[in-house]
Structure formats: structure tokens, C-alpha cells
T-cell receptor, first 113, second 112 residues
């Protein structure tokens, strides 16, 4: 069974731009969560989607948003990029919402110049 | 103060050594405890999943949870160079849905 896939793997943007990252969960998984990983803050929860609805949200500004499609694929968007948004963005999928084993993708490395 | 504290290391051990990795936490609502392994330029991979207190063993890996002390551990027996990675503890509470709270991660190096 194929794992979680994320595209693109690497991105370079400049301050003020916006970016969209994509995540395809494991087949049959309906829940997708997003995390930001930085050397200083480690892995931090961004949001969780299940059945096309945001179920949970972390402490990030409104510039960070996401959505989930009917096939469970998910996208996250960051608008008005700041230098501090440079990070590895990880997507994790699980069968159901809430407490369930989460399987992570390889991540998208975003660099903001 | 962070909800989950983990010594970032780095930790260097010789091949064959027993490795002990630890996390402490402050939120008594945490009920689900996980250990992930992350190789360089890869996403985290789930190693162990424990509910509430107790021990769980899987091959060379043993996870322990002591809720009274708010302390969790991962032991690696007969460590191998292929175990060299960053180890992350993660926790969740029943009312937090799929939100995992991670430790900073401990960088482990096993020398041949």
C-alpha cells in the first residue's frame, strides 16, 4: 500500500508570496493532519481535517489555512509568507478522526527568502 | 514551559549498547503516548504506541509510561548503526482529537 505523498518536496518562495502544499493520504484514510517542523520549535500541530471539515486547529495565525477534498486529499495554504515560515511541513494521515495512529509523509521543505 | 520536554542530545553510543530516551510532560490529561523515529530528510515513522500507563515491548524496543511521574521512556537494546536517527516522543489527550504534542526530539548516533 502506498504511503502518504506530499508535493512538492521542495519550494523556494520570497516574502509576501503565498504557497499551496498538497497531501495525498494513504488509501482508505479519511483524516489528514498538518504539522510544521522547525529546529527551534520542533513539530507543531497546524490543523486536522476529516470528511472535508476542519476538526481541530493549532495556534497559528490566520495566514495558515487548509482544506480537504471529497477524496480525502488535502491542501494547506500559507499567504503573505514571512521568513519565519521556512520549515518542513509534514502531513499525516489516519483511518479515522481523533486518536488513531498517524502516518507521516516525507514533508515539503519550504524556504522563504 | 513546554508541555513536553525532551533532551535534544546529541546522544552517542557504541554499537550494542542499551539506549534510554526519555520525555517528561506537564499535562495530566495525556493518555496516548507514542515514539517516532525520524531519519534525516524523512518524515517521522511510528515506532511504539502506548495507551495510559505500563510497558510495551516490540523486538529490541521497549516503551514505558509512568503517569504518576509524568515520565515516558524508550529503551533500545543491542543498538545498531541503523538506529542512528532523531527520536521524537508524542502525546495526545482524549479531548484533543488528532492533535499530537511532540517533544523536541533526541538525536541519537550509534557508532560501529
Amino acid at each position: 500500500k502506498a504511503g502518504v505523498t506530499q508535493t512538492p518536496r521542495y519550494l523556494i518562495k520570497t516574502r509576501g508570496q503565498q504557497v499551496t502544499l498538497s497531501c495525498s493520504p494513504i488509501s482508505g484514510h479519511r483524516s489528514v493532519s498538518w504539522y510544521q517542523q522547525t529546529p527551534g520549535q520542533g513539530l507543531q500541530f497546524l490543523f486536522e481535517y476529516f470528511s472535508e471539515t476542519q476538526r481541530n486547529k493549532g495556534n497559528f495565525p490566520g495566514r495558515f489555512s487548509g482544506r480537504q477534498f471529497s477524496n480525502s486529499r488535502s491542501e494547506m495554504n500559507v499567504s503573505t509568507l514571512e521568513l519565519g515560515d521556512s520549515a518542513l511541513y509534514l502531513c499525516a494521515s489516519s483511518l479515522a478522526q481523533g486518536i488513531d495512529t498517524q502516518y507521516f509523509g516525507p514533508g515539503t521543505r519550504l524556504t522563504v527568502l | 514551559q513546554k508541555e513536553v520536554e525532551q533532551d535534544p542530545g546529541p546522544l552517542s553510543v557504541p554499537e550494542g549498547a542499551i539506549v534510554s530516551l526519555n520525555c517528561t510532560y506537564s499535562n495530566s490529561a495525556f493518555q496516548y503516548f507514542m515514539w517516532y523515529r525520524q531519519y534525516s530528510r524523512k518524515g517521522p515513522e511510528l515506532l511504539m504506541y502506548t495507551y495510559s500507563s505500563g510497558n510495551k515491548e516490540d523486538g529490541r524496543f521497549t516503551a514505558q509510561v509512568d503517569k504518576s511521574s509524568k515520565y515516558i521512556s524508550l529503551f533500545i537494546r543491542d543498538s545498531q548503526p541503523s538506529d542512528s536517527a532523531t527520536y521524537l516522543c508524542a502525546m495526545s489527550a482524549p479531548n484533543q482529537g488528532g492533535k499530537l504534542i511532540f517533544g523536541q526530539g533526541t538525536e541519537l548516533s550509534v557508532k560501529p
